[in-house]
């Protein structure tokens, strides 16, 4: 247990070292000076020599990257070249919005997606099943950007049951901020729910055929308790597992969810940087990202290790 | 479940693993006769045939142009004679541009799952195979994972422009670690069975085993993630293009179809639904096929 924790803890900081280096060369593999890039508009000799003095540009690579990492260590994560306000404090505002975007997701996806997955497993061969695969597979084709249009256009525009965008913090005013952020979660659940239900289908029936399951309808046990007690418990393992694989999906999707619905969070604050060409944001959303990612999927196997005792033993997550 | 079919031995690969041809035949039209049987693999195959050759022939199928723009009748509802599903806010022609969309997905799909194969397999092979690359492969597929394709496809936007061809290679690198892993894991599975170790022993050189033996019994799995590859990729394609770090204006793209519709929605709510519908269609029966083929592949018999 140890050494695999141990072994996990060297393997994601490698990973996250090696992922700080290739954020660190995407700039400089910019076309042309990277002064020119990070100036943006201004480029003035004053401003780009500024600019070479802030970055360390007119030293050795090596040196730089120094700069780099202990900035970052130092929680400066640069600064907006567009509004001048540091990027560490753009993630501050930014951030909570898709917080709460992804993990109200998460949890409904988790309940939708469980709860559809063990009745179609249950429910073998009958309606409730082809039900429940039918809307899994629908929900893992959908575009869910165009269902986010689709919502706004039904839900919002002609209907004013939901407002079509805009957010309102939760500290402000819980009621409206829940009103706001209703669709999007739903929208940026469908997917994850989707993926949930079909694992969950599958390692419920699996269960369902093992032994000790088999064991417990034996001894009399109702099947109902045989769901509960001994094939549900495994479908925890699989939504951690899917939280961790699905955790760039999830991202990627909070991005195209905010940014239909208006909301001022990561995704915003990303694609704004990218269409006004501001590097150092797109450099620190890049960072930051990477890292949450990492951080995550090494919670999500301690986690995995502490639930699935066979992982410890093991050695190797599949 | 059509137990009664299943070989004895305990993956679809090995009853061919020593390439004894008749069983190998026959195991092929087992597939096939298992596919035709199911009906949602026979229609989710003829709705991708169907894709496949109206996107081959686009420009002689389509109408019109589909940069043709008519200001005279914007906004035209589906039904208006001259065009079956109406046309948009520049009076281009909504089927036309339905079908050169598709064209464009599909092609992303393809060149994004291509990308993700060329790179994948080999690393996939070699980690599995090779003690001494599989630490250094699985370092590189984490790092690959930390980005997630809407971030990778970020950077490339922002380093070398938004086109179709760099949205393809982001959504082909996201996917590439998918690749490595299953082929790796694949390859490991297949190594510790009876004909490939007696080929080993037998003094038989690493490539010509990977080639001979791993890569032919592998095929079956890296198919079915092909299956499932291709329609993740044109969704994420559409994605990139709805926000603009994909396939660029006046170019025809699902994704960007959906951009504009989005400001018209209200207006001319064809040009927001029949897009979506149309992806939604190409992705489901990608998915559909790639179940179906699975299950096919099953030797233990359908699932669903």
């Known amino acids: ?318 | 479940m059509s137990t009664t079919e299943a070989p004895l031995t305990p993956g679809p690969s090995v009853a061919d693993g020593d390439a004894d041809a008749p069983r190998e035949v026959g195991r092929r039209r087992r597939i096939v006769r298992r596919l035709i049987g199911n009906p949602l693999a026979v229609i989710s195959f003829a709705v991708l045939l169907v894709a496949v050759v109206v996107a081959v022939f686009a420009p002689w199928i389509a109408p019109y142009s589909p940069e043709q723009t008519d200001f005279a009748r914007t906004f035209a509802p589906p039904g208006t004679s001259g065009h079956l599903l109406g046309t948009d806010d520049l009076g281009r022609d909504v089927l036309s541009r339905l079908i050169l969309g598709s064209r464009a997905s599909l092609e992303v799909g393809l060149l994004a799952v291509a990308t993700a194969l060329v790179v994948g397999v080999p690393l996939g092979l070699a980690s599995g195979y090779f003690r001494s690359l599989d630490a250094v492969i699985s370092r590189f597929t984490d790092l690959l994972l930390a980005f997630p394709f809407l971030i990778l496809a970020v950077g490339l936007a922002a380093i070398r422009g938004a086109s179709l061809g760099n949205a393809a290679v982001a959504i082909g690198i996201a996917q590439i670690p998918g690749f490595i892993r299953l082929v790796r894991s694949e390859t490991l599975r297949l190594k510790s069975l009876d004909f490939v170790t007696a080929s080993i022993v037998d003094g038989a050189g690493d490539l010509w085993v990977l080639g001979k033996h791993v890569l032919p019994n592998a095929t079956s799995v890296i198919l079915v993630q092909a299956t499932v590859a291709i329609p993740a990729a044109i969704l994420g394609e559409a994605v990139l293009s709805f926000l603009g770090l994909g396939i660029q204006p006046p170019d025809p793209s699902l994704g960007t179809m959906l951009a504009t519709a989005q400001q018209f929605a209200a207006r001319a709510p064809w040009t927001a639904i029949l897009p979506g519908v149309t992806i939604m269609v190409l992705v489901l029966a990608f998915n559909i096929f790639g179940d179906s083929l699975r299950d096919a592949l099953d030797p233990k018999g359908s699932r669903s």
């Open chain 1, 1 to 318: 247990m140890r050494t695999y924790l141990l072994n996990r803890a060297w393997q994601s900081l490698l990973t996250l070292i090696l992922a700080t280096v290739v954020v660190f060369l995407g700039v400089r593999a910019l076309p042309g000076d990277p002064a020119l890039a990070l100036a943006g508009e201004d480029r003035s000799p004053e401003t780009l020599a500024a600019i070479r003095l802030q970055y360390g540009l007119d030293q050795s690579i090596p040196v730089q990257f120094g700069h780099f990492v202990n900035n970052i260590l130092h929680g400066d994560l640069g600064t907006s070249i567009r509004t001048g306000t540091p990027v560490s404090s753009m993630m501050r505002t930014a951030l909570p919005v898709t917080l709460q975007l992804a993990v109200f997701a998460i949890v409904l996806a988790t309940i939708v997606g469980v709860g559809a997955g063990v009745v179609a497993a249950a429910k073998r061969g009958r309606p409730a099943e082809w039900v429940a695969n039918g809307l899994a597979l629908i929900g893992l084709s959908v575009p869910h950007f165009w269902l986010g249009l689709v919502a706004i256009l039904y839900l919002a525009v002609a209907t004013g049951l939901f407002p079509a965008s805009g957010f309102v913090p939760f500290t402000e005013n819980p009621v409206e901020n829940l009103h706001h952020i209703l669709l999007p979660v739903v929208i940026l659940g469908t997917g994850l729910s989707a993926v949930i239900m079909r694992q969950t289908r599958s390692a419920t029936l699996d269960a369902l055929s093992a032994d000790y399951v088999r064991t417990a309808k034996a001894k009399g046990l109702r099947p109902s308790a045989v769901i509960g007690r001994h094939a549900l418990r495994n479908s925890l393992i699989v939504v951690v597992t899917i939280a961790g694989l699905q955790l760039g999906e999830l991202i990627s999707g909070a991005v195209v969810t905010e940014q239909i619905f208006g909301l001022p969070g990561f995704g915003k604050m990303t694609l704004d940087a990218v269409f006004q060409r501001d590097y150092p944001v797109i450099q620190a959303v890049v960072l930051v990202t990477a890292t949450a990612y990492i951080a995550i999927n090494f919670l999500v196997d301690l986690l995995y290790s502490l639930i699935d005792p066979r992982i410890r033993v093991g050695g190797e997550a599949a």
